[in-house]
């Protein structure tokens, strides 16, 4: 069996004396796993950047089989990340998010959002939106559409801790201290202030640790803390 495809390059670890194990989002293929043959090489190790969009060529006899990769450098990053440190941490913890999803199921919105985030400026906003559809596609999608309560689709203002809901002010008033803030960018269009990237964050920190890390016994990975604090300093 034999496909070749786009990829971004999410993980490599090493096989043996010269080979590695390279993990990569491929354009409708999703998260896939392959052997390198002398992907510790100079050469290839060059190449094999998580972060680096690449041409996959991957080859088994039977379709389970963890197959060869071959590889070719499409769009090298990992010297500009490296120059840039909210970049890296950034790429850093994209990659991480996307090695959550299953093997071989396709999940091209969220490798589309993974480029566009990686290739512009770091963006806490967008960080935010994309670990929200990261949620999503686990099967753990926050309701943000109406209110658990009342069923308002207006002023919503929080969002309960329990069940990933939305809550309008009026009826989040008796419960404030319970609930986690919903900041307004993440529901209609508009400007997000450092304090709403700080609070999105929380949010869907707090969704990732309660339906994912947790469950999977993760760590959380620490450039995620870094990164909160550098795109909210202002709050």
């Not at 041409?55 to 070719?72: H, I, K, P, S, Y």
């Not at 450039?223 to 300093?233: A, F, G, K, V, Y």
Request: hydrophobic letters at 45%.
């Amino acid at each position: 069996m034999e496909w070749t495809g786009e990829a971004l390059l999410i993980g490599v670890r090493r096989h043996g004396e010269t080979s590695v194990i390279a993990e990569a989002m491929v354009a409708g293929r999703g998260r896939h796993l392959g052997l390198v043959r002398g992907g510790r090489t100079r050469r290839l190790a060059a190449v094999l950047q998580p972060g680096n969009t690449i041409q996959l060529t991957w080859r088994a006899r039977l379709e389970d089989q963890l197959g060869m990769f071959t590889v070719e450098l499409l769009t090298a990053r990992a010297a500009a990340l490296i120059e840039d440190r909210t970049r890296l941490y950034l790429s850093q913890l994209i990659c991480d998010h996307l090695r959550l999803l299953p093997e071989r199921d396709a999940h091209d919105r969220l490798l589309g959002m993974a480029l566009r985030l990686i290739d512009s400026a770091p963006d806490g906003a967008d960080l935010a939106r994309f670990e929200l559809a990261v949620l999503e596609d686990l099967g753990f999608g926050l309701d943000l559409a109406s209110c658990a309560a009342t069923g308002s689709t207006t002023d919503l203002t929080h969002v309960s801790p329990k069940t990933g809901r939305a809550v309008s002010r009026a009826a989040a008033q008796p419960y404030l201290d319970r609930l986690l803030p919903l900041p307004s960018f993440l529901t209609t269009r508009g400007n997000a202030s450092p304090h709403d990237i700080a609070d999105a964050l929380r949010l869907t920190g707090h969704f990732l640790q309660q339906q994912v890390w947790g469950p999977r016994q993760i760590e959380p990975s620490p450039t995620r803390e870094l990164l909160m604090e550098i795109l909210s300093r202002d709050v």
